[in-house]
């Protein structure tokens, strides 16, 4: 091989560190901002009007999750909940137990709750979601997931599901590695690998 194709392969090479640094910096500032949200909180949905054709889906991750949508569930009576991506061995009961006394004595508050053992994955999570959402007629969903998942989880809602997704961010405890992990996963997703 010749010098000169050895620059040329050399140069691709660099300008690929080059973009995939860039897109990776971009996509950190991103979940940073999904973090800034999820710190303030209440306000993620301002301006979202509480309708009986809403849906609050829980992706199932971190343990911040499932708490926080069992309160905006509470928060918003004319909802009901998915909680997507619950192990098959996991019941509604064991749920329950994992909230506070006065969430575990509201039976109003579990009987608009769905649980989905079918979904592995944030794509399965979706296709599920969807099957759910027409079958109740739904005219938009908030997506609960946290702030590091956002990004993906909301693009992969986005392309899946009909009804207007909207994201709302839960704190979470940040680790690189998760960090990164998602990011590769992020970009599987956009080269239509996963």
């Known amino acids: 091989m010749s010098l000169r194709v050895l620059k040329v392969f050399a140069a691709l090479g660099a300008f690929s560190v080059f973009l995939l640094a860039q897109d990776f910096i971009r996509y950190a500032f991103a979940c940073r901002e999904y973090g800034i949200r999820s710190s303030r909180d209440s306000g993620q949905l301002e301006g979202v009007p509480h309708k009986n054709q809403e849906a609050l889906v829980v992706v199932t991750g971190d343990k911040n999750r499932i708490p926080k949508a069992l309160e905006l569930l509470q928060a918003r009576p004319d909802s009901w909940l998915v909680i997507s991506g619950v192990s098959k061995k996991t019941s ?23 649980v989905d053992s079918n979904a592995t994955s944030t794509v399965e999570n979706a296709l599920e979601t969807e099957k759910l ?40 405890d940040f680790t690189p590695f998760k960090f990164l992990i998602e990011y590769w996963k992020w970009v599987a997703f956009r080269l239509n690998i996963y």
């Not at 109003?108 to 709750?113: M, Q």
């Not at 609960?144 to 899946?160: C, E, G, N, P, Q």
């Open 92 to 114: 509604l009961s064991e749920v329950a137990a994992l909230t506070e006394s006065s969430m575990r004595n509201d039976p109003r508050l579990w009987e608009r709750i769905i």
């Open 133 to 172: 959402l027409r079958t109740k007629n739904v005219d938009h969903m908030i997506l609960i997931t946290s702030d590091y998942h956002m990004l993906r989880a909301l693009a992969v809602f986005k392309r899946w599901v009909s009804a207007q997704v909207i994201p709302y961010a839960v704190y979470s």
